[in-house]
C-alpha cells in the first residue's frame, strides 16, 4: 500500500430469512474486486432462519455471521450488522439483498461517491417504470411514496424504498432505527434532517426470483410504510409537523367563526350557534397542537444533543480496536459468529 494512503476496508451486508435457495445466486454476484477498496468481505444477517441458511453462506464463504434465534424483522437486523460491520472496521458498508434482486456489480456505483467524498449515503435508483414484475399500481405507489419522503426529509431520493444502498463509517455511526418494520424510509428522513451528503445512482436490477416478504398485500405496505413516514417526521421535524397541521386546523376555526360572524351581522346568529362552538374548537385544537410543537421542538434539540453523545461513544467503542472487537464480544441473546 502506497505511503500515506487509506486503507479502504468494504463489508457487504446481506439480511436473510430463509434464503437458503437463493443466497448462492446473490454470493455469485457480489463484487471481488473495486478500485480504491483494498479488501471486500461478506456477512449475512440471519434472521432467525428455520432452514439451512446459515450452512449455505458458511459452505458459500462468508465471512461473518450475524444471528437472531428469532425472526426480529427487517429494521433489526439492519441496525445488527451495521453494529456487526462497524465492530469488523468496516469503512463503508454496502447493504443488499439476498434474493439477488440487485445487480452486484453496481456496488462499485455505489462505493464510487462515497470513496470521491462526494457522499456519505448512496442509495440506489432502480428503473421502477421498466420493472417487468412490478404492477402498474405498485410502481405508481412507489414513486408516490418516494415523493412523500422527499418532501419529509428534503432531499431528492427517487427510489426512497431501495434497499440497495452504501453508508460510509461515519455515517453508519450515527444511523437510528426506531420503528420495527423497515430502514429504508426512517434513515432517510433522518439522514436528511441531520444534513448529511445523500446521494442517487441507477442501478439494475435481476428478474425476480421470490415474491417479496416485506408486505403480504399492497394496501398493508402503504399503511405500514405511512405509518413510518408520519412517525419519523413527527419525531425529526416536529414543530413543522405539528406546526403546520396546527395552523390548518386554526385558520379553519378563524374561517368558521368569521362565517358565524357574517350571519351574525346579518341578524341569523342565533340560529348558528353551532358555529361558534365548532370555530372555538378548532381554534383551541389548533392552539394547542401548535404548542405540541413547540414542546416537540425541545424534545428534538435534546435528542440531537443524546444522538451527539451516542456517537462519540460508539466512535470510542468501534475505533478503539475495531479489528479485536468481533460480534463474539457482544453479550446479548442474538449470538454472532465470525468465520
Not at 439451512?52 to 434465534?69: D, P
Request: hydrophobic share 40%; aromatic share 8%; proline share 4%.
Amino acid at each position: 500500500m502506497e505511503k500515506g494512503k487509506k486503507y479502504m476496508k468494504l463489508i457487504i451486508q446481506v439480511p436473510c430469512y430463509n434464503e437458503e435457495k437463493t443466497l448462492e445466486l446473490a454470493y455469485n454476484d457480489l463484487p471481488r474486486h473495486i478500485d480504491g477498496i483494498d479488501t471486500i468481505e461478506y456477512l449475512i444477517i440471519n434472521d432467525g432462519s428455520k432452514d439451512k441458511t446459515v450452512q449455505r453462506a458458511r459452505e458459500l464463504g462468508f465471512h461473518h455471521v450475524v444471528s437472531f434465534r428469532r425472526n426480529k424483522g427487517l429494521a433489526r437486523g439492519f441496525m445488527a450488522g451495521l453494529d456487526a460491520c462497524l465492530r469488523l472496521g468496516a469503512d463503508i458498508i454496502v447493504n443488499t439483498d439476498a434474493d439477488n434482486q440487485y445487480c452486484g456489480e453496481d456496488i462499485e456505483k455505489l462505493v464510487r461517491p462515497i470513496l470521491d467524498r462526494k457522499a456519505d449515503m448512496v442509495i440506489g435508483e432502480r428503473p421502477i417504470d421498466e420493472t417487468e414484475h412490478f404492477s402498474w399500481k405498485k410502481k405508481k405507489f412507489q414513486h408516490l411514496g418516494s415523493w412523500v419522503v422527499r418532501v419529509a426529509s428534503n432531499t431528492d431520493v427517487p427510489d426512497a424504498p431501495s434497499g440497495f444502498r452504501a453508508y460510509s463509517r461515519e455515517t453508519a455511526m450515527r444511523m437510528n432505527v426506531v420503528n420495527e418494520y423497515t430502514y429504508t424510509l426512517e434513515t432517510i428522513i433522518q439522514a436528511g434532517q441531520s444534513k448529511m451528503a445523500v446521494a442517487s445512482v441507477p442501478i439494475r436490477t435481476n428478474p425476480e426470483t421470490r415474491p417479496s416478504r416485506l408486505f403480504s398485500s399492497m394496501w398493508r405496505y402503504m399503511k405500514r410504510s405511512a405509518s413510518v413516514i408520519i412517525r419519523s417526521t413527527a419525531m425529526y421535524r416536529p414543530l413543522h409537523f405539528f406546526g403546520v397541521l396546527g395552523t390548518i386546523l386554526f385558520l379553519l376555526g378563524v374561517a368558521v367563526g368569521v362565517r358565524f360572524l357574517v350571519y351574525f351581522c346579518m341578524g341569523g346568529g342565533h340560529g348558528h350557534v353551532q358555529s361558534l362552538i365548532l370555530a372555538s374548537s378548532l381554534m383551541m385544537i389548533g392552539f394547542q397542537t401548535i404548542t405540541i410543537g413547540l414542546l416537540g421542538d425541545t424534545v428534538a434539540a435534546n435528542r440531537k444533543l443524546l444522538e451527539d453523545v451516542q456517537y462519540h461513544v460508539r466512535k470510542m467503542d468501534y475505533d478503539d480496536h475495531p479489528e479485536a472487537k468481533t460480534p463474539d464480544d457482544k453479550p446479548l441473546p442474538e449470538q454472532a459468529e465470525q468465520k
